[in-house]
């Protein structure tokens, strides 16, 4: 089994519940195909760093999955060519150092819950 993550970016034009049903279809397209899912992370309407099609900003996703087949990368990537909504997409390959850091993350391993302490208080104390 090969780990892959992809990242695209929808249209924000699209309402929240049109982005959502987007989503899910990419979902479903994977899991008919046999692969499993690990995470889909809605990262929500964010700002580009350059225009996409006279757009600045875009509803982002994050999709992990891992499957036998890789023709299934090739299927998804052309469903992101034929969907008017979805402006950019990345698929990569992760390799096990990818994975046990996606898993970390996951867990919520990097996540800083300490008080950040600023500079100025550093010096005073």
Known sequence: MKNYETVFI???VLSEDQAK????????????????????EKWGLKKMAYAIQNKSTGFYNL????????????????EFRRDESVMRFLTIALDKHAVVYNARRR?????RTKKQTTRKEEVAA
């Open 63 to 78: 999709l992990e999955f891992t499957t036998d087949s890789s023709d299934l990368v090739n299927t998804l990537e052309t």
């Open 10 to 12: 929808l249209n924000p």
């Open 21 to 40: 049903d987007t989503v899910e279809k990419f979902v479903k397209l994977l899991t008919k195909a046999k692969a499993e899912v690990i995470n889909v």
């Open 107 to 111: 867990k919520g391993e990097f996540n």
